[in-house]
């Protein structure tokens, strides 16, 4: 089975902190996926990341970037010079690309407000 | 905007009674997938189709039941409604590169 554990249940920073959240997960599966979905005020998840465990490149998007190391079972991710609107809750997720590989494992969320 | 339809955005209903959730998939998403968002559980995995057949299945309830129709759109239908099925349902979709796409999800309120 899979889990993802966010640690980090809250987080509070004023508008131009870097901010990290992290993500660990467990699986026995040597093929995964590991995701980023976040949930603004308005309700709806919206995909940020994919990244498969035969990639461990880390990924940079604009403000965001990501980093994977499968050694410490990690994909963090990381909002530079944040914004009052990036407050929302942030989900870690993961599927095992098996038989059942549609179901998303998810975490229990980190919720970010951005003050002004 | 995902591309994902779901109606309705808000359903009260009461106890005891049966009501339907529907779902668009993104255009050419042969995968359907259902979620329950509530407080104590968090985020959970329903049910997937593929293709209009049951691929996986997670903590579904038995009052719960859903279905995908030849042209790809799900329903999900909850019955015997109780007071612990308020949530948040979310339908997702996805296609060859099995990332899923949400709809912005059926409130659901039980009184």
């Known amino acids: 089975a899979q889990k993802v554990t966010q640690a980090q249940t809250e987080i509070s920073v004023v508008e131009k902190e870097d901010v990290t959240l992290d993500c660990v997960y467990e699986?026995?599966?040597?093929?995964?996926?590991l995701f980023w979905y976040k949930q603004p005020p308005s309700g709806e998840l919206v995909f940020l990341i994919r990244?498969?465990?035969?990639?461990?490149q880390n990924e940079i998007s604009g403000r965001y970037s990501w980093n994977f190391q499968k050694s410490t079972s990690s994909f963090n991710f990381t909002i530079t010079a944040s914004q009052v609107v990036d407050s929302a809750v942030y989900f870690c997720?993961?599927?095992?690309?098996?038989?059942?590989?549609?179901?998303?494992?998810f975490g229990q969320g980190t919720i970010l407000t951005v003050h002004p | 905007d995902s591309g994902v339809t779901q109606t309705p955005k808000h359903l009260i209903t009461a106890t005891g009674q049966r009501v339907t959730l529907r779902c668009s998939p993104r255009?050419?998403?042969?995968?359907v997938y259902w979620y329950q968002q509530s407080l104590d559980q968090g985020l959970q995995f329903l049910i997937q189709?593929?293709?209009?057949?049951?691929?996986a299945k997670g903590n579904i309830l038995e009052r719960f039941s859903a279905q995908q129709f030849p042209d790809l759109h799900s329903e999900l239908n909850l019955s015997s409604l109780e007071l612990g099925d308020s949530a948040l349902y979310f339908c997702?979709?996805?296609?060859?590169?099995?990332?899923?796409?949400f709809g912005p999800g059926t409130r659901l309120t039980v009184l």
């Open positions: 997702a979709s996805s296609g060859s590169t099995d990332t899923q796409y």
């Open positions: 699986t026995r599966d040597t093929t995964y996926y």
């Open positions: 990244r498969n465990s035969f990639d461990e």
């Open positions: 997720a993961s599927n095992n690309g098996g038989t059942s590989y549609g179901k998303l494992t």
């Open positions: 255009s050419g998403d042969l995968s």
């Open positions: 189709y593929y293709n209009g057949e049951e691929r």
